[in-house]
């Protein structure tokens, strides 16, 4: 399996939706929805994971997971209850996020110091839920060191979860490379439940080491498919080349006028400059375009500059085909998840 990170502040639905119209991906799990003292509202569950109106998948037929976040043990499996009516494939829960405004709330990797409390949460939540609704959850391999990486590891699995995402850095580590896909190999031999590697996966070459480090067949791919959208395909062995340029532009064309559906106005460019800054790393042409667009605001003027041509004409004539080419891509879709097991 190949699966899209949760990726708060940057891979919402939107992305999800022309990320996964691209191909490649199995499975996505969405940003983290907040859980601290409250049974949440199912419109909250909804505004952050829209798929779940749509049999919880994206346009193109690919399950999304909701992750949930917070520290409360009941809170958290009543909301995984609730959560559970809307009948998405799986929950999955962050014991993973490095953000220090989460962690000072008890959030996030915070809690990979108190192996005890994330059995309490991940038993809980699989007993909140229907025995259909899979549980996962996603950890780092540690919080300021990996002293306690199989502890956590075992207590994920004693509670029950069916597959454990870990991203092999611990929260000291952050975001900066490398990735210790080595250290996973250990928790591969410690728990006998589906291990899925993630962190810093930028490339096919990337993608085998990590594989041949951690021992782990299935990848979870974060900022590497954001900056090379075809990079789950080439990792995946269905192309072996790159998406063009050519081809990208219009899928851009389709997330920017979801963006401008959907995100406040003084917002909209903002989004689109930011997938843009990361496209910089795999196309050059994005990287002209990011720094002929760096200063512009306007969403009129940054549609016309990139895509030649005002947003309203754009959004005439890409809606229509890529509706079409949503309806063959979820059959497709459909077809390969049903058969794969997931």
């Not at 075992?154 to 490398?178: L, N, Q, S």
């Not at 042409?285 to 306007?298: F, I, K, M, S, W």
Request: glycine share 8%; with cysteine; net charge positive.
């Amino acid at each position: 399996m190949i699966l899209l990170a949760p990726m708060e502040g940057l891979l919402d639905h939107i992305l999800r939706d022309v990320l996964t119209r691209v191909g490649g991906v199995d499975r996505c799990v969405s940003e983290f929805i907040r859980v601290t003292d409250q049974l949440l509202p199912k419109r909250v569950f909804t505004r952050i994971v829209p798929e779940l109106r749509n049999g919880g998948r994206t346009a193109a037929g690919v399950p999304v997971h909701p992750q949930l976040l917070g520290s409360d043990v009941n809170c958290l499996a009543e909301n995984a209850g609730r959560l559970a009516e809307l009948k998405p494939e799986g929950i999955d829960l962050n014991f993973g996020c490095p953000a220090k405004c989460v962690n000072r709330h008890r959030g996030g990797a915070v809690l990979l110091d108190e192996p005890e409390l994330i059995h309490e949460i991940v038993s809980a939540v699989r007993r909140a839920v229907p025995p259909e609704v899979m549980v996962s959850a996603k950890m780092r391999l540690g919080y300021m060191d990996d002293s306690r990486t199989l502890d956590v590891a075992r207590a994920i699995h004693a509670a029950g979860a069916h597959e454990i995402v870990v991203h092999a850095r611990t929260k000291a580590d952050g975001y900066k490379p490398p990735a210790y896909w080595e250290r996973i190999a250990a928790v591969r031999e410690a728990v006998p439940i589906t291990l899925i590697a993630n962190g810093e996966i930028w490339t096919v070459e990337h993608a085998q080491l990590a594989r041949e480090r951690s021992g782990c067949e299935h990848l979870m791919l974060g900022r590497g498919m954001v900056a090379d959208p075809g990079l789950a395909l080439r990792v995946a062995g269905q192309r072996s080349t790159p998406l063009p340029w050519g081809e990208l532009l219009p899928l851009m064309q389709v997330f920017f006028d979801q963006v401008r559906g959907h995100v406040a106005a003084r917002h909209q460019g903002g989004r689109l400059k930011q997938w843009l800054h990361y496209l910089k790393r795999a196309y050059p042409e994005a990287e002209a375009a990011y720094a002929e667009l760096r200063t512009v605001n306007a969403a009129d003027e940054l549609a016309a500059r990139l895509f030649g041509q005002s947003s309203d004409t754009l959004a005439r004539r890409t809606t229509s085909a890529y509706l079409a080419d949503s309806a063959a891509m979820k059959a497709v879709n459909c077809s390969r998840v049903v058969g794969n097991g997931s």
